[in-house]
């Protein structure tokens, strides 16, 4: 058993190159640039919207609290004619890099000392660099990619941008995987 401590060169290391990893992606115009798409007649959507003042959140259009109310003729109406969307509203202005980044990487973080965790309590020192690769990369993995698939089921979110959001979470993966084969501790 390998204790957590002993492995905070490869926790670190593995989100800072998975950070950095993550900004070429994101910032390249890879396999992202299709995510999303103009809303059509998006002026006129956002003159309609504006003297809402949503305040940031997300919404669910239309919308009954009580599973009683959305069998009602009405609210079924409602569900028919549409539009029925899932709506994030962000706070207005530009869009604000520096507190998202740091939630990020502290995500990632979190991801590398779980599977720290997990890894410590099943490879002993001096395991070989195949079998430390293959059990962070599932473990790792687990962490970047599964919970994206959650956003397709409930949320109806394209299954292709999941499907891309998991192919990144396989590159951080073996990122980490590498990293922690790389400095994985000696037997004494």
Request: include cysteine; proline fraction near 9%; aromatic fraction near 12%.
């Amino acid at each position: 058993m390998i204790g957590i401590a002993s492995l905070w060169l490869p926790i670190v290391l593995a989100a800072v190159i998975v950070f950095v990893a993550s900004s070429v992606i994101h910032m390249a115009p890879l396999w992202h640039r299709s995510d999303y798409s103009v809303m059509p007649r998006e002026a006129d959507f956002m003159a309609a919207v504006r003297p809402f003042g949503l305040p940031p959140g997300d919404y669910f259009v239309p919308w009954s609290a009580r599973m009683k109310d959305m069998k009602s003729p009405e609210f079924q109406e409602k569900m028919r004619q549409g539009p029925v969307a899932l709506v994030s509203v962000l706070p207005n202005g530009p869009l604000s890099m520096g507190k998202p980044l740091l939630l990020w990487f502290i995500y990632l973080l979190v991801v590398c000392s779980l599977t720290a965790l997990i890894a410590g309590r099943t490879l002993p020192p001096g395991t070989v660099y195949p079998r430390v690769f293959k059990v962070v990369l599932a473990v790792s993995f687990m962490g970047y990619s599964l919970a994206l698939l959650q956003n397709s089921i409930w949320l109806r979110r394209s299954w292709v941008v999941t499907l891309k959001g998991c192919f990144d979470g396989l590159i951080y993966a073996a990122l980490t995987a590498g990293t922690f084969g790389w400095l994985w501790p000696h037997a004494s």
